[in-house]
């Protein structure tokens, strides 16, 4: 991974469902988090959040009133990791934010960036050899909430390419050993 990319995807923050303090987010969070009541354990919760919210173009800040309107959900992998982070705390179970570095086939760059641009959504996540990607820490684990889907880390390969280097927020970057 190139120091610029690095300091691209260093400079993107982390994805938080906002909240306006407002009944309306308060409820529109109650509503969103029961969908996923009808899954019995948090790992068929954490795999069912790409079934409920679809991945595609998102423009940011969303809050919790936005995601729930009733039109199609839709969110992209901040979002899921959002959703992963709260349905984890419910459980009590510890996990830690972290980011991806993916290496994309060369054909997915092009076609992500028309898509986030036909959506006035912020493709600032899409470089032109790698792209940005929030994933979690499960204790020992890396959990894509996007795939919804173990890895290994760096050197795995995902639906969205090879990943080149992946860390916990906070934490210095764990390198694939082709970079």
Not at 64 to 76: S, T
Request: charged content about 25%; proline content about 6%.
């Amino acid at each position: 991974m190139s120091e610029q990319d690095r300091q691209r995807i260093d400079s993107i923050g982390l994805s938080r469902i906002s909240h306006h303090g407002d009944l309306c987010c308060r409820e529109a969070r109650r509503f969103v988090l029961r969908r996923f009541e009808r899954w019995v354990d948090t790992g068929s919760r954490l795999a069912a959040i790409p079934l409920l919210v679809s991945w595609g173009p998102t423009r940011w800040p969303v809050s919790w009133c936005r995601l729930a309107e009733p039109d199609k959900w839709v969110g992209d992998c901040g979002v899921h990791a959002d959703l992963a982070g709260e349905l984890l705390t419910l459980a009590g179970v510890p996990y830690a934010r972290g980011r991806a570095a993916i290496k994309p086939p060369a054909y997915a760059v092009p076609h992500w960036r028309s898509t986030w641009s036909a959506s006035d959504a912020n493709d600032v996540w899409i470089g032109d050899d790698v792209v940005h990607h929030e994933v979690l820490r499960i204790g020992e684990r890396w959990w894509d909430p996007t795939e919804a889907r173990w890895f290994a880390g760096p050197g795995a390969h995902v639906l969205a390419g090879c990943v080149a280097a992946v860390r916990v927020e906070g934490a210095d970057w764990q390198l694939s050993e082709a970079d």
